[in-house]
């Protein structure tokens, strides 16, 4: 194991940066570039490209200050943002949905590489959705029952609200948003009213654009519930596991598959193939067999619950093929750089895409589907047996640094620490913890990285500051990428950052813990989808201190904010009173009335609210402050 400071972190990533210049290759960094100065409309939100009179651009000059059709800059603002929140809502609800299929086709029998991994969970989930004592039923009864109340929450006729968030939120959470109508009924329905909200001539409110802008976060929220909760009853719950993470995790005498995107049925099967095709890669000459990576999101689906290392995260997508040693890099959707297909081609990497929904042209493409699942997975990894064959040795450079990952903190991994120490209220151990300062508060990390800023340094430097000042730091996503590949989940950076509160309260649970690993200095909660366990864990802890969350001093970060679903995330947080501090500009500062609302105004209206700080150490400051104000605050 190398070294765990950032610095070799980043070492690798200068590393591959140099080594693609010197072979002639474009990467996103220096696409990035090519992209500056950036056009001031755009970067502000008042560019309307809604009808086809547009663009319009918002100015000062007269006869500027509204588009075509009247449009101002307030309306045009907050139409763009709440666009981004419905796509990132539509992305974390497929995903969903497709998991809820695959469940319903293990409930009917028609999907056989899959199986129910934890009856418990389902059990329990059953329960919460409304199955009563008398319809105690067998397992692919209780899965076809559990899928089919899952898919009512995606349509509907009436406004009622949806089931799953009910079942999900805590009653002052659910009393709030009732009583300023943004909870949601159905996913599809509302996706569709919001967007028809949003056509041309329709809402030119932005303040009724913006509550709508909240809905679309509780549908993201819903849809991302559900994706977590029934990826673990297929694949089961996390536990802690050790791994590692960086580009040092590439090995040259193995066969290196790299799954990216976020869906974790193909992941996940990829994982069952590669073990039964051990004796093929053998015979092809990989003396140490398959190894399988991960990448962005459904990389950390796999970290979670199988172990596996994470190669890279979004921002680092293109440099984990330019080692040469990348045999395959399988893709489904989300987050993947469409310039990975001229990158692997200038290698021996075979890119292959599975997802009707994001094709390349030119690109081999195996369509996934979860009745032949195994099928798909045994020939995407033949096809990098294949491509191992044609690896030019000449171009192979990987660097060295790795670092120790202790991954795998479900809520239910959570509670089983806790409980060691509070063995019948489990929860009483955070609330205690907060209680007596013994920690300022939680902080999670979410979302991604964003080329505007160099590669995980916002991420890496907040987390290392917050630690120090005794804050308990959750991350998920790209964040998770960051934190992992830069030595912050590994219990040596406990030594290392941090403070003497902190170190406290994660020593006292790992002196009962019965693990056979330490514990991490940021507790990787999982991908983008797994949010949900972050709120569940601010659930649990709202209802242990009898608080409102609004009140709990709790707060997340998105200090390299990139993608629609990330904003998506955001909004709920800020929606069910949790302030969000992002350390990328938000493309609303063309409105000084959606600025003001968005990072002043919603405070008062769900106790949550953006704030927007591109200097790390001066959000870190602004996150502290807001730890210390809700902890004083007497709800
Ligand atoms: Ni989240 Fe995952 Fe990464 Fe951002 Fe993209 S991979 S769903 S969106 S970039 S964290
Ligand atoms: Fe211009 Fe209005 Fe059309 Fe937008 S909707 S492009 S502001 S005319």
Redesign the pocket.
């Known amino acids: 194991m190398s070294s765990s400071s950032s610095n070799s972190s980043n070492n690798n990533d200068d590393q591959m940066l140099k080594r693609a210049r010197e072979l002639g290759i474009v990467t996103a960094a220096d696409r990035y570039r090519a992209q500056t100065p950036k056009c001031q409309f755009g970067e502000t939100g008042i560019c309307c490209t809604v009808c086809l009179q547009g663009p319009c651009r918002i100015t000062k000059k007269p006869g500027m200050d509204r588009g075509v059709c009247g449009a101002n800059a307030d309306t045009i603002v907050a139409r763009n943002l709440v666009r981004h929140l419905v796509f990132g809502a539509a992305g974390h609800s497929d995903h969903a949905r497709e998991m809820v299929l695959a469940l319903k086709g293990v409930g009917e029998g028609s999907v056989k590489d899959y199986k129910i991994s934890d009856p418990k969970k389902l059990q329990h989930l059953a329960e919460k959705l409304g199955l009563t004592d008398a319809q105690t039923q067998d397992e692919k009864a209780l899965a076809l029952f559990v899928a089919n109340k899952c898919l009512q929450d995606f349509w509907k006729y009436d406004a009622s609200p949806c089931l799953w968030s009910q079942a999900n939120l805590d009653a002052k959470a659910l009393a709030k948003l009732q009583e300023i109508a943004i909870l949601p009924s159905a996913i599809d329905r509302e996706i569709v009213h919001i967007l028809h909200q949003l056509n041309m001539g329709t809402d030119a409110d932005p303040f009724n654009i913006l509550l709508s802008g909240l809905r679309a976060g509780m549908i993201d929220f819903t849809g991302m519930s559900m994706a977590t909760a029934v990826t673990d009853i297929l694949f089961g719950v996390p536990y802690p596991v050790v791994t590692e993470a960086n580009l040092g995790v590439l090995k040259k005498t193995q066969i290196n598959i790299a799954v990216h995107g ?1 869906n974790p049925l193909l992941s996940q099967v990829i994982v069952y193939a590669a073990k039964e095709l051990h004796k093929e890669a053998l015979e092809a000459g990989a003396s140490e067999g398959i190894n399988i990576v991960g990448i ?2 459904t990389g950390n689906e796999l970290l979670m619950r199988e172990g596996i290392t994470s190669v890279a ?2 921002g680092t997508q293109e440099l984990a093929v330019i080692t040469g040693v990348l045999d395959a890099m399988v893709v489904d959707v ?2 993947i750089n469409p310039a990975l297909k001229e990158i692997c081609q200038a290698f021996h990497t075979t890119l292959i895409t599975t997802s009707p929904r994001a094709k390349m042209s030119g690109v081999m493409h195996v369509e996934f589907e979860t009745t032949s699942a195994l099928e798909s997975a045994l020939r995407i990894t033949r096809e990098a047996i294949a491509s191992f064959k044609r690896r030019d040795d000449t171009l192979i450079h990987i660097p060295d640094y790795k670092a120790e990952v202790i991954g795998g903190f479900s809520v239910e991994a959570m509670l089983a620490l806790f409980a060691k120490i509070e063995c019948d209220h489990p929860m009483r151990v955070l609330a205690n913890a907060i209680s007596n300062k013994t920690i300022k508060g939680i902080c999670a990390f979410i ?3 964003n080329h505007r800023v160099e590669q995980d340094q916002n991420i890496t430097t907040m987390a290392r500051e917050l630690a120090q000042k005794d804050v308990f730091i959750l991350s998920t ?2 964040a998770s990428g960051a934190l992992a590949k830069a030595g912050l989940m590994s219990s040596l950076a406990v030594e290392k950052y941090a403070g003497p509160g902190l170190k406290h309260f994660l020593k006292q649970l790992e002196a009962k813990s019965t693990l056979a690993c330490g514990l991490p200095l940021v507790f990787n909660m999982g ?2 989808v797994d949010n949900s366990r972050v709120a569940l864990l601010w659930k649990l802890l709202a209802e242990e201190m009898n608080l409102p969350l609004s009140c709990l001093p709790v707060v997340a970060s998105s200090p390299e904010i ?2 629609e ?2 904003l998506a995330i955001g909004c709920w947080m800020v929606a069910i009173g949790v302030p969000v501090v992002v350390s990328i500009p938000l493309p609303v500062t063309g409105s000084a009335y959606v600025t003001e609302l968005l990072t002043t105004k919603l405070k008062d209206i769900v106790g949550g609210y953006f704030s927007i700080e591109p200097d790390p150490l001066a959000a870190t400051k602004i996150i502290d402050g807001i730890l210390q104000e809700r902890i004083l605050k007497t709800c």
């Open positions: 976020h962005c999101c995260n979004y989300q987050c979302g991604c990285n996503g790209c991908a983008c990139m993608s679903k990330a």
